[in-house]
């Protein structure tokens, strides 16, 4: 860990090199070696100062945005960007819920040595931390569904069932009310009777309603569309992003967030977390532009490969084609890179409010625009600190995905990313409810939105490739707006970059690294060819094609298209005065 939070040693782009010889980096002068588009150096010294505030876009870019060396943030790993008031989990317990807090078939029984080691951690060794009651509340409801409504496989192994019927007796007299009711709702899992679980009620109506709710949960059962909502706005904002809650149990509250995703939610309960919040500030603007895709990553980023949707909305905007990206700065459990991430190191402003993002996507000369959770859904962002806690991915993981913070008056599409099987027909189902014209997902490397130009390995392990897509497109002049009645075509494929030309090249590795993703997009939106910028291309132009974009009828022709926005320094401007305008826009 302490690796990790460690900055890089070193910056080495491809327009910025920094020379020093003396292995004190904080006593030294260094110097620039920039690169200029017509290929020359010119070398630039400067006074000494630490490596963690070196600047790290070009000559050019700092002169074009008019930004100070001291506005720049060092690249450094996505690890370093979870916020220091977040409570770290105690790891044997966060090991043991990444085992027993998932699905049916994923789940991993604990051997009777496993579960004695749970039972009996203090948080008092040393470098351990203490176990949160959002860890005992995100554990104890995965014991109590498996032992409920699990099949037979993955239910309470023997060692489980030992380790818990000699403890229980001690654990009733040590754990608070909240976190006996989640371990034994009924009192008659461990089968010695406690009248805690069968009497608990909670404190005040917002838990009152959340025990009702969970006792449905911790039997596998589900729950209404009105009742998760409810559920959610009766508990949420929570205080801070640190996970405290505003007066409701952060066991309670983990419980019902891991247990809704353990039961394999229904349709209906996917509706509730996508919609839950729509209002939350008031009517979505609406972007006057013919054409607006939503792009859905996965909010916890990537952590080995090239992330590329950034760059991709550069280009995809030259020739009109807009794009809203959202996400946050950091968010487990991956905490990979984010674009969020990206875009403070290269000097844009992160903390738009959703009328200035709608101003950036109509703004001739940008088309597209990030909007930070924290500014669009401040109710779901200060579940940061929660979620970090309770390890798995919520319900909230999948539907945050597909969001319009902020709506167009022509067509709308959202494209999403996803891994786990049994997600793909969810996303496009929120997206039909959603009323977007197209709907698409990627089956993208890390489960993320970038397909690849690698050769599939032979050796690939069950379940849909990397490069499946599925999606549809309305058809006719019909308006999507209304879910019944729409007319569309559905679509299933996976992209073969070879089949349009490209060569197989590995993807370019991040391995986390922030600075290294800026590197490789910014490289390739200067024409550098090569895999990234391959990938940029590949993704650019079979989204135009898959959403049924105006011009991209021909598949050929909307990758030609893709090439022309980047090799003729149009997608490099635009990235460029996104970043400048991102301070000025009112």
């Known amino acids: 860990m302490r690796a990790l939070l460690t900055p890089e040693p070193t910056l080495s782009f ?107 951690v203090r948080g008092e060794l040393k470098d351990e931390e203490q176990v949160s009651k959002a860890q005992l509340g995100a554990f104890f409801a995965g014991m109590t569904i498996r032992a409920n409504a699990f099949p037979e496989a993955t239910q309470w192994s023997e060692g489980e069932r030992c380790a818990m019927k000699k403890f229980w007796p001690l654990l009733v007299r040590a754990l608070p009310p909240d976190v006996i009711f989640i371990a034994d709702p009924e009192g008659s899992i461990m089968g010695l009777g406690s009248a805690v679980g069968p009497q608990f009620v909670g404190n005040g109506t917002s838990e009152m309603g959340l025990v009702g709710a969970l006792r449905e949960i911790l039997a596998g059962g589900h729950l209404g569309y009105e009742e998760i909502q409810g559920v959610l706005k009766d508990v949420l904002t929570l205080k801070l992003e640190d996970g405290k809650s505003n007066g409701v149990s952060e066991s309670l509250l983990s419980a019902f967030l891991i247990g809704q995703r353990m039961n394999r939610e229904t349709d209906r309960e996917l509706k509730a977390y996508c919609l839950a919040f729509d209002d939350e500030l008031g009517p979505a603007p609406v972007a006057d532009v013919r054409s607006l895709t939503h792009y859905g990553e996965p909010y916890d980023g990537n952590t080995r490969y090239f992330r590329s949707t950034l760059f991709v909305a550069a280009v995809r905007s030259c020739y009109g084609e807009s794009s809203l990206l959202h996400g946050v700065e950091w968010m487990p459990p991956k905490g990979g890179v984010t674009e969020e991430q990206m875009l403070k190191i290269m000097g844009a402003k992160t903390n738009l409010s959703l009328h200035q993002g709608k101003k950036l996507i109509e703004a001739e000369e940008v088309g597209f625009a990030y909007i930070s959770k924290r500014e669009a859904r401040p109710s779901l962002y200060s579940l940061i600190g929660l979620r970090k806690q309770i390890k798995k991915r919520p319900s909230l993981a999948t539907t945050e995905k597909v969001q319009q913070f902020i709506r167009a008056k022509g067509r709308e599409s959202i494209v999403a990313g996803f891994y786990n099987e049994g997600y793909e027909e969810p996303l496009l189902m929120l997206m039909k409810r959603r009323g977007v014209h197209s709907g698409l997902v990627v089956k993208g490397e890390e489960g993320a939105l970038s397909m690849t130009t690698r050769l599939r390995s032979a050796s690939t392990s069950k379940g849909l490739p990397v490069n499946h897509c599925s999606g549809f497109r309305s058809v006719g002049i019909e308006s999507a707006c209304e879910v019944d ?58 989204v135009d094609h898959l959403l049924g974009c105006d011009g991209a009828e021909d598949v050929s022709l909307a990758l030609e298209r893709a090439k022309e926005a980047i090799d003729s320094g149009k997608a490099h401007k635009r990235l460029l005065n996104y970043i400048q305008m991102s301070h000025k826009v009112k």
């Open 14 to 120: 491809s327009s910025i090199q920094i020379n020093s010889r003396n292995p004190n980096p904080s006593r030294t002068w260094t110097s620039l070696h920039f690169l200029n588009r017509d290929g020359r150096h010119r070398l630039v010294g400067r006074k000494p100062r630490f490596i963690a505030t070196r600047a790290v876009l070009d000559s050019a870019t700092i002169e074009q945005l008019g930004l100070k060396e001291s506005d720049t943030r060092n690249p450094s790993l996505s690890s370093t960007y979870r916020n220091s008031k977040l409570l770290k989990p105690n790891q044997t317990v966060l090991e043991a819920q990444a085992r027993v807090c998932t699905g049916p078939t994923q789940t991993r029984p604990l051997s009777e040595e496993q579960t004695f080691k749970i039972l009996t």
């Open 485 to 542: 009645g729409v007319s569309r075509q559905s679509f299933r494929l996976e992209v073969n970059a070879m089949d349009y030309g490209f060569e197989p090249t590995d993807t370019p590795r991040t391995d986390r690294s922030v600075s290294k993703n800026i590197e490789l997009g910014l490289a390739a939106l200067r024409g550098e060819k090569g895999p990234a910028y391959d990938r940029i291309v590949l993704n650019a132009g079979i």
